[in-house]
C-alpha cells in the first residue's frame, strides 16, 4: 500500500516571500503520478501541479514548482511570490498508474500567507 | 474544462432519515467516480470508488448499506447516506474521471456537501 507524508500540519509565509511545502510517500511502484492540491476556504480541490514519474523534469506552473526526487520519494511544492490568495490547505497526493485514478492524499498543510 | 457540479452544496435532516447528494460530470462522461469524506482539518477519506454501470467498490471500513452509492449513467453518480445519525455530519465530496488514455489520471472535484444531521 501507498503512504503519503507531509510532515508540516501549519505553515506561514510573507506576502511576495518564497515557502516551499514538504511531501514524502512510500510505494514499491515505479510508474505512478504526483500531485499537489489547494483546498481554499471554500472546500473546492484545486489541481495545483501534477508531475509524472517517468519524467526526470520537475513540473512548474507559473510561481507554482515542485522538486521531484524520485530515489528519495520526496515530492515538495515551492510557491514563489507568495499571494494572500495562495492561503489554504494543500494536499500532497499519489497515483499508481494501474490504480483506476484512485488518489491517495497526505495528511496536509495549512499554509497562511501573511500581508 | 472539465466541469463537476455536486449538489446540494448544505444540507440539514433529521436523525433517521435518508439523505442523497448527486455528482455529475457536466462537460466530460465519467468511467469513474469517486466519494470521500472529510473532517474539519484533516483529509479527504475515500469512502468508495463508483464505475458506471457496475457495483460500487468500497474502502474497508465503509459501510456499504449505510452509504449507497449509485452509478447508472456516465455523468451522474449519487451518494445516499441511509438512516443518518449525528455522527454521519461531515463534508462530502466527490470527484470525476474520464477513466481512459491521458484523461486517467485527471481528477475533477464537485465542490462538496456538508451534511449535518440532528
Known amino acids: 500500500a501507498q503512504t503519503v507524508t507531509q510532515s508540516q500540519p501549519e505553515m506561514s509565509v510573507q506576502e511576495a516571500e518564497t515557502v516551499t511545502l514538504s511531501c514524502t510517500y512510500d510505494?514499491?511502484?515505479?510508474?505512478?503520478?504526483l500531485f499537489w492540491y489547494k483546498q481554499p476556504p471554500s472546500r473546492q480541490m484545486i489541481l495545483v501541479i501534477r508531475?509524472?514519474?517517468?519524467?526526470?523534469q520537475n513540473a512548474t506552473e507559473n510561481r507554482f514548482s515542485v522538486n521531484f526526487q524520485k530515489a528519495a520519494k520526496s515530492f515538495s511544492l515551492k510557491i514563489s511570490d507568495s499571494q494572500l490568495g495562495d492561503t489554504a490547505m494543500y494536499f500532497c497526493?499519489?497515483?499508481?498508474?494501474?490504480?483506476?485514478?484512485?488518489?491517495?492524499f497526505g495528511e496536509g498543510t495549512q499554509l497562511t500567507v501573511n500581508p | 474544462g472539465a466541469v463537476v457540479s455536486q449538489h446540494p452544496s448544505r444540507v440539514i435532516c433529521k436523525s433517521g432519515t435518508s439523505v442523497k447528494i448527486e455528482c455529475r460530470s457536466l462537460?466530460?462522461?465519467?468511467?469513474?467516480m469517486f466519494w470521500y469524506r472529510q473532517f474539519p482539518k484533516q483529509s479527504l477519506m475515500l469512502m468508495a470508488t463508483?464505475?458506471?454501470?457496475?457495483?460500487?467498490?468500497?474502502e474497508q471500513g465503509v459501510e456499504k448499506d449505510k452509504f449507497l452509492i449509485n452509478h447508472a449513467s456516465l455523468t451522474l453518480s449519487t451518494l445516499t447516506v441511509t438512516s443518518a445519525h449525528p455522527e454521519d455530519s461531515s463534508f462530502y465530496i466527490c470527484?470525476?474521471?474520464?477513466?481512459?488514455?491521458?484523461?486517467?489520471?485527471?481528477?475533477?472535484f464537485g465542490a462538496g456537501s456538508r451534511l449535518t444531521v440532528l
Open positions: 470527484s470525476a474521471t474520464k477513466g481512459q488514455g491521458a484523461g486517467a489520471n485527471v481528477l475533477t
Open positions: 510505494t514499491s511502484e515505479n510508474n505512478y503520478y
Open positions: 508531475q509524472e514519474a517517468y519524467k526526470q
Open positions: 497526493a499519489f497515483m499508481k498508474h494501474s490504480s483506476g485514478s484512485r488518489l491517495t
Open positions: 462537460d466530460f462522461q465519467a468511467t469513474t
Open positions: 463508483s464505475n458506471e454501470g457496475s457495483k460500487a467498490t468500497y
